[in-house]
């Protein structure tokens, strides 16, 4: 299930929902990077994310943006991240690195933790935890 069977959202030829998709719900570009800010403030501060930065290339800066671009799409905000890398193919993208379950659950820790601090919907962000719940569930590959 992907983000716009989730929220219903159709191609962009046919009508929008009345609620717009999840992108425009959050507050547009400026929410999303804030929330990929903050999912990496998380992630290089928390102790609990220690191995989840240890396996991250320093600085961040490249990937924070990057990131930014990828939730942009998937949440149904501008192509940006498609048109300069392609299909994101995520489960490919991951594969050259070990994902545990633990990093798995770091990721999910640090992303839930960035959720509830920018997403004013409460809502909307267990809708959107949920849904990449399951696409983390999908990057592991190693037990």
Known sequence: MGIRDLFNIKKKSD???SQGTPYER?????????LANTFYDI???DPL??????????PLD???HVFFLYLSLWL??????QQQFGHPRLRARHLP???????????????????F????????AQQLIDALDQLANHMVNTK
Do not use: F, N
Not at 76 to 81: A, E, K, L
């Open 97 to 115: 690195y070990t994902v545990t379950p633990e990093l798995k659950a770091q990721w999910m820790y640090c992303m839930r933790k960035a959720m």
């Open 26 to 34: 959050i507050g547009g570009e400026e929410k999303v990077r804030e």
């Open 117 to 124: 601090k920018t997403v004013a919907d409460i809502t909307l």
């Open 43 to 45: 992630m290089e501060t």
């Open 76 to 81: 149904g905000g501008p192509d940006d991240y």
């Open 15 to 17: 009508s929008r929902t």
């Open 62 to 64: 490249r990937i924070r």
């Open 49 to 58: 994310a220690s191995e989840l930065l240890a396996i991250h290339p320093q």
